[in-house]
């Protein structure tokens, strides 16, 4: 199986930054695209951030210039750099990552999420 366990959250004031990490273990052959959502309360889940195994990243309109994704493919590990965090930031924040995984002499590539963690920010 494969976990996805996020670190990083916690509350800080308008203005500030906060860095968020999410590691894979388990049965991994590789990871493909990783990235990081979040979901405000009443709200739908939303994409903040992508990149590709190759560093190609993508970034939401909302967050461009602000937050920074990147990724350490030998850690299967995928990071969020959050600077002058705003209060309508405040959501959980949740990883997902394609793994791709041998499973009965085949390869197949599956969606995995972390379990989320809480980024609130304070005016």
């Known amino acids: 199986q494969v976990q996805l366990v996020e670190s990083g959250g916690g509350l800080v004031q308008a203005g500030g930054s906060l860095g968020l990490s999410c590691a894979a273990s388990?049965?991994?052959?590789?990871?493909?695209?990783m990235g990081w959502y979040r979901q405000a309360p009443g709200k739908q889940r939303e994409l903040v951030a992508t990149?590709?195994?190759?560093?190609?990243?993508n970034h939401a309109d909302s967050v461009k210039g602000r937050f920074t994704i990147s990724r350490d493919n030998d850690k299967n590990t995928v990071y969020l750099q959050m600077n002058s965090l705003k209060p309508e930031d405040t959501a959980v924040y949740y990883c997902n990552a394609a793994v791709t995984r041998w499973n009965h002499g085949y390869l197949y590539t599956n969606d995995y999420w972390g379990q989320g963690t809480q980024v609130t920010v304070s005016s």
């Open positions: 990149v590709t195994r190759g560093g190609s990243t």
């Open positions: 388990g049965s991994i052959f590789n990871i493909n695209a």
